[in-house]
Nanobody, 121 residues
Framework: QVQLVESGGGLVQPGGSLRLSCAAS????????MAWYRQAPGMERELVAH???????EYTDSAKGRFTISRNNAKSTVYLQMNSLKPEDTADYYC???????????????WGQGTLVTVSS
């Protein structure tokens, strides 16, 4: 069974940096888009950044210039480097990936369990 395992969250002071990682484990045929979402308390889950299998990336306005998404296709892993963190970046961060299902010949969406990022002094 394929799953996404996230790591790298924690407590950081404003202006600090964190690097989140998300690795897909199990039997993996192909991964299409990978992304990071976040959900703050009382708020809806929002897209932070996504990256295609070819490496093209896009960011939400609040992440532009501060966050960088990258991926290692050989390791089935996506990263989110977060710099100049602000208290409003505090949220649960979720990894997302579209994995090819060899049984249905379709891509299916998979979510990680979430990792908490807290930006506070």
């Amino acid at each position: 069974q394929v799953q996404l395992v996230e790591s790298g969250g924690g407590l950081v002071q404003p202006g600090g940096s964190l690097r989140l990682s998300c690795a897909a484990s199990g039997t993996i045929s192909n991964i299409n888009t990978m992304a990071w979402y976040r959900q703050a308390p009382g708020m809806e889950r929002e897209l932070v950044a996504h990256i295609t299998s070819g490496g093209r990336s896009e960011y939400t306005d609040s992440a532009k210039g501060r966050f960088t998404i990258s991926r290692n296709n050989a390791k089935s892993t996506v990263y989110l480097q977060m710099n100049s963190l602000k208290p409003e970046d505090t949220a649960d961060y979720y990894c997302y990936a579209e994995l090819f299902n060899d049984s249905t010949y379709r891509y299916q969406a998979l979510w990680g369990q979430g990792t908490l990022v807290t930006v506070s002094s």
